[in-house]
């Protein structure tokens, strides 16, 4: 706030900035701060400012839900998978809408429109994946898996909750001997492997375990991963939403 006039010339940091606000859980103000700056996204990057957007969304929509507010929430689910021109970017992968899509679709059951919303959880258990897919939206096996409970699939979602939770547990035991992200754009490494591997494998086995309903046990790596990492807004948003 107090280089105001900087940050509305820069992308990075107007980003930065809506960013920290999410982490505030100040949801409406990051929206408003990316709505008022015109993004120019560079190859590699575009991920990144949608990101913003739809946790915002994602965030306001899943109160809502807690709160019964059914309409609410759906609108800010439907609202996430929208990128607003000014953004300068859109979903670089399909798999990245599958979030909101999968609870405006839990919305829908509880307005009404069932047929809708097994149209959506279908079009996720269908979806192909590739190693884009995998990058772009680790969580993939875990929306899957709802989406199969959804549609009275139980076996087969507890089998892809299981077999998530087992390959967080593998990676996360492993030994990493070099750098756990690496891109061949801009960052060629990103902090050590250890923190980054708890951070990534954690969350994943957090969602692991809220899709089968090891609630404590979620929360404790939730825990795990806010220890390494006290600002990760996913880890973040997911504890405080466990009951």
Not at 104 to 119: F, W
Not at 145 to 172: C, I, P, V, Y
Not at 222 to 234: G, K, M, S
Request: aromatic share 10%; proline share 5%; with cysteine.
């Amino acid at each position: 706030e107090a280089s105001r006039v900087v940050v509305q010339t820069r992308d990075d940091l107007a980003l930065a900035k809506a960013k920290i606000l999410n982490q505030m859980g100040d949801y409406d103000a990051a929206l408003q701060a990316l709505a008022g700056h015109a993004f120019v996204a560079c190859e590699g990057g575009e991920h990144a400012i949608v990101e913003q957007h739809q946790f915002a969304h994602l965030a306001l929509g899943r109160a809502a839900m807690a709160a019964k507010l059914w309409e609410t929430g759906l609108g800010h689910f439907r609202a996430a998978q929208v990128i607003p021109d000014a953004l300068g970017a859109g979903f670089w992968n399909i798999a990245m809408a599958v979030p909101p899509a999968y609870f405006e679709a839990v919305c829908l059951m509880e307005l009404g429109p069932v047929a809708e919303a097994k149209v959506i959880f279908r079009r996720h258990i269908e979806m192909p994946t590739d190693s884009f897919s995998t990058m772009y939206l680790p969580a993939l096996p875990y929306f899957v898996g709802q989406s199969l409970m959804r549609l009275g699939m139980r076996e087969d979602g507890l089998l892809r909750f299981n077999g998530l939770l087992a390959t967080a547990r593998a990676e996360l035991s492993r030994d990493d001997h070099g750098f756990f992200k690496a891109t061949p754009f801009f960052i060629s490494y990103q902090d050590e492997p250890r923190r980054e591997r708890t951070r990534h494998y954690g969350y994943l086995a957090a969602l692991a375990h809220i899709g089968l309903d090891n609630l404590n046990e979620a929360r404790q790596m939730l825990n795990i991963v806010l220890a390494a990492f006290p600002n990760d807004q996913w880890a973040m948003l997911e504890l405080s939403i466990l009951p």
